[in-house]
């Protein structure tokens, strides 16, 4: 296999790298549900924080990728909501999702905000436990799935 260098980064709202993300999302998130994004207005994401994960390959003029895609909702002065998390299938369990997230929360704390909270899909409690948040309160469900919500204090992030 060839080696691939993984980045994360913010990427603007409504950008060509934002596009690719709703199609990531679509695939991963909402079409197993037989939901649909066309069915919502994203224009209510404008303000929310957004960034992609994206495979580097090492040869000389091969694509990049867009491997996964996170946003967040700021909810206070201080705290925002993770949302529609995502890497594509064929490239989880690489650290693409954890990549992701240490490099979202790096930028949320630099840009003042305090703690992070999201509903997390049962079985993805564990994957965000070993990143630091904390499950808190009983299993609830939502767009018929499991969920719990996490939460997370980032004084510390570089510490997860």
């Not at 409504?14 to 939901?35: H, I, Q, T």
């Not at 996170?70 to 949302?83: E, G, I, Y």
């Not at 997230?101 to 997390?120: F, T």
Request: a negative charge; glycine letters at 6%; one cysteine or more.
């Amino acid at each position: 296999m060839v080696h691939q260098t993984i980045i994360a980064r913010k990427i603007p709202f409504d950008s060509p790298e934002f596009k690719d993300a709703l199609d990531l999302r679509e695939n991963v998130l909402r079409k197993p549900l037989g939901l649909s994004l066309a069915d919502e207005d994203i224009t209510v994401e404008e303000h929310n924080i957004h960034f992609a994960a994206f495979l580097l390959p090492s040869s000389p003029g091969a694509a990049t990728t867009l491997v996964g895609t996170v946003q967040f909702v700021p909810v206070s002065a201080t705290t925002a909501k993770l949302r529609q998390m995502a890497v594509s299938p064929d490239h989880q369990g690489l650290g693409i999702g954890r990549k992701l997230i240490q490099e979202a929360e790096q930028c949320l704390q630099e840009s003042g905000l305090a703690k992070v909270v999201a509903h997390a899909r049962l079985n993805a409690c564990r994957f965000y436990e070993k990143l630091g948040y904390r499950v808190v309160g009983d299993v609830f469900e939502e767009v018929g799935i499991e969920h719990m919500r996490v939460e997370k204090d980032l004084k510390n992030v570089t510490d997860a």
